[in-house]
């Protein structure tokens, strides 16, 4: 794109574990995760308008108003937060699949408002930009901290964390998960005992309290599953329905590919430690 547009990468991530530890007063649900961020993701278009109207181009989610869009809700959110006059055209080129757990929304909503707040002159500081991504959903702070990291509360508390190099086999099974429901599920595990960063480390922390509620729920994950199993062990992450399994090599994540039906919905991405926005960012 041209006439003024700039482009910004939304990156997915992944949830290289889940837990649920309890449930707060206010009826949300204590969780501990550990984030991954990838080199794989949306692209987000962006041009300042003088006229204050945020305005979104281009394809939208079925079903998904503007108003609704988080792309949009984080420009309106930004603007007001700040007073600021000035307004945006959007467009958002969409890779991450909805639903899938791989933070595509939210992403979206994090490259907003961070690449917004350099376009608009606003310099927010990255805790006001986190502070306002989490008005837009749990996910959305650690995109715009832009660090692979171990999360806690909601998955707003976040500490950065050294993870290996590593690259991943992702499944979309096209299944677009309710959250909401797989929350109020009576077979979700809501008291897991709390996991400690080492034991993660030592690699015996990898469950998914979604996992088997969603894999009883949904024939098209659990068919994925069994296809994963053929390559590694099959993983899902957050709450919605992607999967995945990890490898220490490149090629050993290629060749695992290769194995698998060509009627899979099946690509390989890199971990990365530090976001590729917050790389556009340092360029810019």
């Excluded at 889940?18 to 993701?41: C, M």
């Excluded at 999967?243 to 390989?268: G, K, S, T």
């Amino acid at each position: 794109m041209n006439g003024g547009w700039s482009e910004w990468p939304a990156p997915a991530k992944l949830n290289l574990f889940l837990r649920i530890t309890g449930r707060r007063n206010d009826g949300y649900h204590e969780l501990q995760t550990v984030f991954r961020l990838l080199d794989w993701g949306d692209r987000i278009f962006l041009r300042s308008r003088d006229d204050g109207r945020v305005v979104r181009h281009g394809d939208r989610l079925p079903g998904v108003e503007d108003a609704a869009d988080l792309a949009v809700r984080a420009a309106s959110l930004l603007k007001d937060a700040a007073n600021c006059t000035q307004g945006a055209d959007i467009s958002v080129e969409k890779h991450i699949p909805a639903g899938g757990g791989f933070g595509g929304g939210s992403s979206d909503a994090a490259t907003v408002l961070c690449a917004l707040d350099r376009l608009w002159g606003l310099d927010m500081g990255e805790d006001r930009l986190a502070a306002l991504g989490l008005q837009l959903g749990a996910d959305v702070p650690v995109f715009v901290r832009g660090r692979s990291a171990w999360a806690e509360g909601v998955g707003e508390r976040l500490e950065s964390i050294a993870l290996p190099p590593a690259w991943y086999v992702l499944v979309d099974p096209g299944i677009h998960v309710p959250t909401a429901a797989l929350f109020q599920s009576p077979d979700l595990t809501r008291d897991s005992p709390p996991a400690k960063m080492a034991d993660f480390a030592a690699g015996t922390v990898l469950d998914n309290a979604f996992e088997t509620v969603l894999r009883r729920r949904e024939p098209a994950v659990e068919a994925v599953f069994a296809e994963l199993a053929r390559i590694g062990l099959p993983r899902l992450t957050g709450t919605g329905s992607g999967c995945f399994v990890e490898f220490a090599q490149r090629d050993a994540a290629q060749d695992a590919l290769a194995r698998l039906p060509r009627r899979l919905r099946a690509w390989v991405a890199a971990g990365v430690s530090d976001s590729p926005l917050h790389g556009a960012m340092a360029r810019l």
